[in-house]
């Protein structure tokens, strides 16, 4: 079934877009809430008067798109995070902490058009991630992740309390004698 979009549909297209779609997602789903229409002459006449409205909606997407990409690509985000020796974070950096990163420098992105390299990144070093933006555009955001050492503790900071109850009665008992041994002499 062919249909002219109404709205933009994720995954299908844009405002104006005509597809092929199967006719029970029209039915369903596209025609209850308004986001496409069947395409006919009257759905066709319809969008030709709204045809100049529609470019200017798309191109005003489209610069939206590119300030935001020269705003993405002039960030760069450094992470410090908890890592072991040899490089290999205790935790990973996923699509939650890229986008709340860019939150935090006030770009407001979908977690779904962020790509991170393998679903996670889980060492140290610097990496570049693919954020998809309007149509076809691709910005690409610098990620430096750097490791923070992790205090271990040592053995000779932590003595084993079962030795330590032993030294003490052996020194009460030391002193208990000595203290004895002196009434006796005097």
């Known amino acids: 079934m062919r249909v002219i979009l109404n709205q933009d549909v994720p995954n299908l297209g844009e405002l104006g877009d005509v597809k092929d779609v199967a006719p029970g997602y029209a039915r369903n789903f596209l025609f209850p809430r308004s986001l496409a229409f069947a395409k006919n002459a009257k759905s066709v006449a319809l969008f030709e008067k709204r045809k100049a409205e529609i470019e200017t909606i798309k191109a005003s997407k489209r610069s939206a798109s590119a300030n935001l990409k020269e705003k993405i690509e002039a960030e760069e985000i450094v992470l410090v995070l908890p890592a072991g020796a040899n490089g290999k974070l205790y935790g990973a950096v996923t699509v939650h902490n890229v986008a709340d990163e860019l939150l935090k420098k006030g770009i407001d992105i979908d977690r779904k058009r962020i790509e991170v390299p ?47 109850r032993y030294e003490e009665r052996d020194a009460e008992a030391r002193a208990a ?5 002196g009434e006796e002499g005097a």
């Open 177 to 181: 004698e000595t203290q004895g041994g």
């Open 118 to 164: 393998g679903r996670s990144i889980k060492s140290v070093g610097s990496y570049k991630i693919a954020i998809r933006l309007y149509e076809k555009d691709e910005a690409t955001l610098r990620i430096a992740i750097q490791g923070q050492a992790v205090k271990a503790e040592t053995k000779e900071e932590a003595p084993k309390p079962r030795r330590r």
